[in-house]
């Protein structure tokens, strides 16, 4: 029997068990290309409270996303668009952890 790498096993387990649509993840669409995402609410509580006011009647909107870098692309640069489920957002952050891209999006939204 063939030893995997640590590094192997961690692939298999994004591609199996958190990227994949009948585990973790659900298909979404990013820059009109559907693929599977990992969309964490929890997360961006902890991080800072989901609206933030700016001004009467508008708030930021604030999404924490994971995908899989060879879905994605390249690494989305701060201040990148991104059009998620028909909706644009601003890229605030983006980290490649091991092949997984960690991205955090606001919007400017109305109540």
């Given at each position: 029997m063939v030893r995997k790498s640590f590094k192997e096993?961690?692939?298999?387990?994004?591609n199996n068990t958190?990227?994949?649509?009948?585990?973790?993840a659900d298909m979404h669409t990013v820059d009109?290309?559907?693929i599977p995402v990992l969309v964490d609410d929890n997360e961006i509580i902890e991080r800072e409270k989901k609206m933030k006011s700016n001004m009467d009647g508008?708030?930021?909107k604030q999404k924490l996303i994971y995908?899989?870098?060879?879905d994605f692309g390249s690494l989305p640069a701060i201040?990148?668009?991104?059009v998620f489920?028909?909706?644009?957002?601003?890229?605030?952050?983006?980290?490649?952890?091991?092949?997984?891209?960690?991205?955090?999006?606001?919007?400017?939204?109305?109540?």
């Open positions: 096993v961690m692939k298999d387990d994004v958190f990227m994949n649509v009948d585990e973790f009109e290309k559907e508008v708030y930021v995908v899989k870098a060879d201040g990148r668009q991104i489920d028909g909706k644009r957002y601003m890229v605030t952050d983006s980290t490649d952890e091991g092949g997984v891209y960690t991205i955090t999006m606001e919007a400017n939204r109305t109540k």
